[in-house]
Nanobody, 127 residues
């Protein structure tokens, strides 16, 4: 019903930047609350950031506040995660996620709230 495809991952040195993208199809994009999650080897999936369908409601995990910024372009059906001042501990597979939201201002923190997931993109930060 909803297909999500991440891109933009790669290898970067500590202190560098990357911008991840998530292209969505299958539903009206503005009806989807979106999130970014990450998973490092041997660790559970971790919340990174979320955004409401209208793009007004935003939140970021404490570990990335001030460094990462979630945004969306509803005209392009695309979600973004701008990552600055990257640290080795940011190394993980990053996933975008979506759920149909009844209100344009709704967003979610919990992975179990999301119904649709992308395949992930690897981010590796070297020291």
């Amino acid at each position: 019903q909803v297909q999500l495809v991440e891109s933009g991952g790669g290898l970067v040195q500590a202190g560098g930047s990357l911008r991840l993208s998530c292209a969505a199809s299958g539903r009206t994009f503005s009806s989807l609350a979106m999130g970014w999650f990450r998973q490092a080897p041997g660790k559970e999936r971790e919340f990174v950031a979320c955004i409401s369908g209208g793009g007004v409601g935003l939140d970021h995990a404490d570990s990335v506040k001030g460094r990462f910024t979630i945004s969306r372009d509803n005209a392009k059906n695309t979600l973004y995660l701008q990552m600055n001042s990257l640290k080795p501990e940011d190394t993980a597979v990053y996933y975008c996620a979506a759920v149909v939201a009844p209100y344009s201002g709704t967003y979610h923190y919990r992975s179990r709230s999301y119904d649709y997931w992308g395949q992930g993109t690897q981010v590796t930060v070297s020291s």
